[in-house]
Structure formats: C-alpha cells, structure tokens
C-alpha cells in the first residue's frame, strides 16, 4: 500500500522532539515555531538539489541525505552562526520506502551531529528534486560578509582543496590508487562550523568553497572591491591530488574544482596565531582588481568563474 504524504513524514523524519533551546514547535502544525535569544541574529540559507544536475541518479541515498543537509550548513558556518533548525521539501517521482529510509537516516545522523532539528518542509511529486533551509544564529552584528576584505589581508582556507573535485573525476570513470579520501570528500564533506564560529571578530570577509576556491574567493574580492594574488605552493593539497596533477598536468583543478565546502576567509596578518589549526595561508589581498596567482615563476590571472546554471 502506498504511503500517504503524511504517513511519509510521520514514517522517516517526524521521528524526533526538538531538541535545541532556539526550537519551540517542529512537525505537526502548519508552521514551526522557533525561539530566539536577545542579542542574536537569525541567518537564514536556501539549497536544492536536482537529479542529474547536483547529484548521479543512482547516487547513495544515505550520502545523500548527509550532502543535501552538509551543502546547507556550510553556508551557515561561513557566515558564523551556529545551526539549529532546517526545514526539507521533497520532491519525489515515486516513494520508495528503501530509498527514503536509507535518504532520512543519513540527513538525520548530519544533523544530530551538529544538534539540529528538522522543522517542517514538504513532499510532492515530480522529477527528484530535493531543498532544505537551514537557520541559525549569530551575535548581532558580528556574522561573517564577503565584503568587509581589507587590503594587506592573508588569504586562508580550511583543510585541503581539490580532493571533491578529484572524487568527481572518480565517480566519472578517472582511475585513482587510493581513492577512498577523494571519494568520501566528494560525497560525505563536513562542514565546517566550529571554525566558522571560531572566526568571529578574527576574519574580515568569509564564503565557503562550494564552486571552487577561485570562483568562490572572486565573489570576496567583487564585494569588497579588492584584487588578490595567490601562491601555488601554499596550496594545502593531498597526495592524491597531486598524483592527479602529475598524471594530468591540470594544476588548476584545486582552484576550480568545485564541492570542497571549506571556508575561505580573509584576516590580517597578527591574528594568524589565534586562528583554528587546520587553516592554511594561501595568498594576499591586494589593491589591484582581479585574480592572480604565482605558478612557479609565472605569475597568471585566474578568470574567477565557477558553475552557472543558467549559462
């Protein structure tokens, strides 16, 4: 027998009470309601994904759930809030109990990692299509902007760059010795919300990588109306990107490759002792508009352009 659209929600993601402080009301009126101390902001992101677009048809639905949630709550992490709710709109072709069991227990097991709480959404049918907003809050008047970029700033990212990319080239037939880290970069990234809170009142301007680092650091230096030059050699790359880099010659893949979901954040140079300890410097903000970078003894401009929907 088929599942109603609310025996759907009561079978897979209704299955928990809030559990944050900010979460009054979750599933099961026609609105949640959500709590908010003095003092604090709500930040507030929109993502979907599409099939055959953002993700493989016959992708792993538990990584899935993890990914659509992780792509969400990066966003919230580079802007420095801490995340308490997300709602979730389903479309669906079908309802095909594996594949949702599978899909909510990896959304779910994401967000009791980071405590947050699935709010409300909505299932219709269609071609798979899948949205999630997430909240969260910051201090009034200290979330992290793309525009606050000051010159003389150091350029710094998060853990390494390039192993989703490489992780995509696998999944599209690329042989690779030891592929198991870009894989699991590629399907399961962590986002990074400990640092992105750590960052308050220590970085300028802030974004995370979801296009690429020069695509996504482009959108920093348009708002804050700066230019910048990055070093190649402080890249912080895997091993196994830079077997792929040997192989293929495409040393530009780190910085164009999308889906790392790291931050990549601005600061000037005295605070560098008080950031986290997986951040690593990667160039200078400079007053010259446009992208640049030191590629051994060449230096090159890079055109900032990463994935257009509408192109």
Known sequence: ????????????????????????????????????????????????????????????????????????????????????????????????????????????ALARRFNVDLMGGDTTSGPLTLTVQAMGSVPQGRALLRSQAKVGDLIFVTGMLGDAGLGLKIAQGFQCGDAELPLSRFNQPLPRIAEGMALRGIAHACIDISDGVASDLGHILKRSQVGACLQWSQLPLSAQVLHYIKQSGDWQMPLTAGDDYELCFTAPAEVQSQLPANCHCIGVIEADPGLRIQHGDNLQTIEAKGFEHFS
């Open 1 to 108: 027998m088929a599942l109603a659209e609310f025996d759907l929600i009561s079978r897979y993601f209704a299955v928990h009470a809030p559990q944050h402080p900010n979460n009054q009301l979750g599933i099961g009126d026609d609105c949640a309601l959500l709590n908010l101390p003095v003092g604090y902001q709500l930040a507030v992101t929109t993502d979907t994904m599409v099939e055959n677009v953002h993700f493989f048809a016959d992708a792993d639905p538990y990584l899935l759930g993890h990914k659509l949630l992780a792509v969400n709550l990066s966003d919230l992490a580079a802007m420095g809030a801490e995340p308490f709710a997300v709602t979730l709109a389903l479309t669906l072709p079908a309802v095909d109990a594996s594949w949702l069991q599978a899909f909510s227990s990896g959304f779910m």
